[in-house]
C-alpha cells in the first residue's frame, strides 16, 4: 500500500548547522508531497509541498525537491535556528484520495543554542 | 479568522463512557477529517467529509462516528471509550477534496481514557 518512510530522530543539532530530514514513499500514481511541522504543544501546520516531479517546495528556509526517480522528497535547511526545534512530518496525498493524507512517523528536531 | 477550532482541549474518561469531540472551521472549508497521533505512529487517518451531509471511513474507524450536518462543523463522536482510544486528536480542513490542496489543522485534542 501506499507508505511514507522518514528518518529516525530525535535529531539534535547545534544552531546555525546543515539541516537534512530524509523522507522516500512508495505510492500508486503521482501523488503530491508534504512537510508539515508541529511546534511544541501546537497543530500541525504546513511547511512546503509539491505536487509534481521535480518541483522545489520551500519556505522560512527549508526546501524539498520532488524527486520521482528515487521517490524521495528531502527536507533540508542551510543554516538552523533554535526556533526551528519542532516535529517534522512527511506526507503524500494520492491522486483519488481526495486529499487525505498518508504521514510518516515524524522526526523530532532539537537545536541547541 | 479563527481557523481551526476544537474544544475541549483535555478530557480524561472512564472506560464504557461515551462523549464528543468538537471542531470547527470558519473557512468556508469543503473537506474536513479527524486524525489521531500516537506515540511512534504517526498521525492516522479516522474519518473524513467531502462536503455537508457527505461522511466517509479512514484507516482507523472502528469506535468512532461523525456527521456533517453544515459545513462550519464536523463532532467526532467515541460511543464507549476504550484505552486504546488514548490519544491527541487533529481536526483538519481544506478547500477542496483534492491530492494538491493544504489541509489545515486544528490545536488538538488531548484524551485520555481510564
Known amino acids: 500500500g501506499d507508505s511514507v518512510t522518514q528518518m529516525e530522530g530525535p535529531v539534535t543539532l547545534s544552531e546555525e548547522a546543515f539541516l537534512t530530514i530524509n523522507c522516500t514513499y512508495t505510492?500508486?500514481?503521482?501523488?503530491?508531497l508534504f512537510w508539515y511541522v508541529q511546534y511544541p504543544g501546537e497543530g500541525l501546520q504546513l511547511l512546503l509541498k509539491?505536487?509534481?516531479?521535480?518541483d522545489k517546495g520551500s519556505n522560512k528556509g527549508f526546501e524539498a525537491t520532488y524527486r520521482k526517480e528515487t521517490t524521495s522528497f528531502h527536507l533540508e535547511k542551510g543554516s538552523v535556528q533554535v526556533s526551528d526545534s519542532a516535529v517534522y512530518f512527511c506526507?503524500?496525498?494520492?491522486?483519488?484520495?481526495?486529499?487525505?493524507?498518508?504521514f510518516g512517523k515524524g522526526t523530532k528536531l532539537s537545536v541547541k543554542p | 479568522n479563527a481557523g481551526v477550532t476544537q474544544t475541549p482541549k483535555f478530557q480524561v474518561l472512564k472506560t464504557g463512557q461515551s462523549m464528543t469531540l468538537q471542531c470547527a472551521q470558519d473557512?468556508?472549508?469543503?473537506?474536513m477529517s479527524w486524525y489521531r497521533q500516537d506515540p511512534g505512529m504517526g498521525l492516522r487517518l479516522i474519518h473524513y467529509s467531502v462536503g455537508a451531509g457527505i461522511t466517509d471511513q479512514g484507516e482507523v474507524p472502528n469506535g468512532y462516528n461523525v456527521s456533517r450536518s453544515t459545513t462550519e462543523d464536523f463532532p467526532l463522536r467515541l460511543l464507549s471509550a476504550a484505552p486504546s482510544q488514548t490519544s491527541v486528536y487533529f481536526c483538519?480542513?481544506?478547500?477542496?477534496?483534492?491530492?494538491?490542496?493544504?489541509?489545515?489543522f486544528g490545536p488538538g485534542t488531548r484524551l485520555t481514557v481510564l
Open positions: 505510492a500508486t500514481g503521482y501523488p503530491s
Open positions: 483538519a480542513s481544506g478547500r477542496a477534496p483534492s491530492r494538491t490542496d493544504t489541509q489545515y
Open positions: 509539491a505536487t509534481k516531479a521535480d
Open positions: 506526507a503524500l496525498a494520492i491522486r483519488g484520495s481526495q486529499g487525505n493524507l498518508i
Open positions: 473557512m468556508n472549508h469543503e473537506y
